[in-house]
């Protein structure tokens, strides 16, 4: 593709211009022909790296109007990473027939995941990319951040095209939508799970942090395409007025949901029955996950294939048959004494009363909760994350997450603050162990906050740590 035909202009016809050959937001990534995308960020301003950019070859610049561009063509732009977005998705094109993408504060990943594996039961070629990275049936390879930058974004959803891939769900974190990471791509549905406190260090406000999730219904999603929302959360009416707003086609789901309603639950020893309405017929399903949050992103999932053009009655029945997510609610092992430990991705207050809220009718005896809060994020959350255990658990065991760049002990007594009666154990191998000890045959204990996690991140280090594998060794 000619400079010429991927920015236009007058006078610029469309076999004008040097080749391009890539895009780079990282100066270090430009070789010649490369379009780069200079923006501001939290550490860097990306304006500095305009000459090296350049130097290494780079035709083309796209930055805000204020930055100097000496030698390379500019597209400028009072939002440039919007306007690199859609450049690049011009680039990249063709992408799967059909996107959908999923934000909130908790359930995108476990979201992406279910809406895939229900598209691959109705036999289409599906993918998902998020926290556990670029999923289809065959693979699974990591981008390490929930939303990858938007060049590796745009061209791994090129490359699931080129793959067959006709039917793609991403998460929308709220860092991605307000850095407009994820975007460019016809995206036919767009669905909302919740909101509840995180990423404070980033946003300053919970309205801040609603905005910015709100930008995938406002801008982000087709215009005619279609918005599911969970519609039992306190921000749910924001969110259905945003909708209405822009003319959204909405389907709504949940208790209070119109679309797809949720009229009971029931827990089940291995999962759990729902009683469900939609388009005017009752069914009844046996889903095989435990816990309401995990019922709850099953029928998002749901709502998400029927928008798209999936039969609903097909897609509650394959409800029936999906497998687990990694690392939400998932069963390690089974201690000596009889107790199963789980692992869960909880690390939100939120989110771990959601995961003890799941267990608690599992346990006939005590549960047993041991987690940690990761550094270099939200330290609001950490005794409020604090109380919720201490006040839903039996036990609390208070650890280390992530510490990142953060003294471990400090993180610890911020959560502590919150968590009256709260024991504390330093290292989280350690933590482990002694909850496994402690839990008697009646007992559930729950691992959470790392979930699928394979490394724990101590002073710029990833040293290996996998809470299922750490939780078999301390039973063995
Ligand atoms: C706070 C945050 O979100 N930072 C992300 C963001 O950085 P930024 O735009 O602020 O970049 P910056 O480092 O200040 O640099 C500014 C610009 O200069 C460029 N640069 C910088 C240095 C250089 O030598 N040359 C150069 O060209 C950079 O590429 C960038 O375009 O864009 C970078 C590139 O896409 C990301 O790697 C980086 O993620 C950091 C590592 C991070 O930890 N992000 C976390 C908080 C995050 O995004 N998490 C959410 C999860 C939320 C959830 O699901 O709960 C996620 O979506 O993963
Ligand atoms: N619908 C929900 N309501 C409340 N809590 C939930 C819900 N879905 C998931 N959770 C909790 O949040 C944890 C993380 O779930 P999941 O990974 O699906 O969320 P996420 O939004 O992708 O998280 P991240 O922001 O880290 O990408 C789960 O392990 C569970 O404890
Ligand atoms: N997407 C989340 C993941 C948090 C996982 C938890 N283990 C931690 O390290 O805080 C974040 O980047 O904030
Ligand atoms: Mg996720």
Redesign the pocket.
Known sequence: MKLGGLIGGPGLNSEDGPTVTGFAIDHRKVAPGTVFGAFRGAKFNGEDFIPDAIRSGAVAIVSRPEAKVDGAARVTDEEPRRAFAQLAAKFFAPFPEISVAVTGTNGKTSTVELTRQLWRMAGHHAASIG?LGVTTAEDQVKTG??TPDIVTFLSNAAGLEREGVTHLAFEA?SHGLSQYRTEGLPVGAAAFTNLSR??LDYHGTMEAYLTAKLRLFTEVVDKDGTAIVWADDPASAQVIEAIEGRGLRGLSVGKKGRAIRLVSRTPTQLGQRLDVEADGQAYAINLPLIGAYQANNALVAAGLVWATGGDIGATLGNLSRVQPVRGRLERAVITKAGAPVYVD?A?TPDALEAAIDALRWHAKGRVITVFG???D??TGKRPLMGEVAVKLSDHVIVTD??P?SEDPAAIRAEIMAGAKGAVEVEGRREAIAAAIAEAGADDIVLLA???H?QGQ?IAGRVLPFDDVTVARECVT
């Open positions: 926290t951040l929930t974190s995180d990423h991705y690390h809060a990761g550094g994020r939200d997450d992530n990142r906050g790392k979930g996690e991140e």
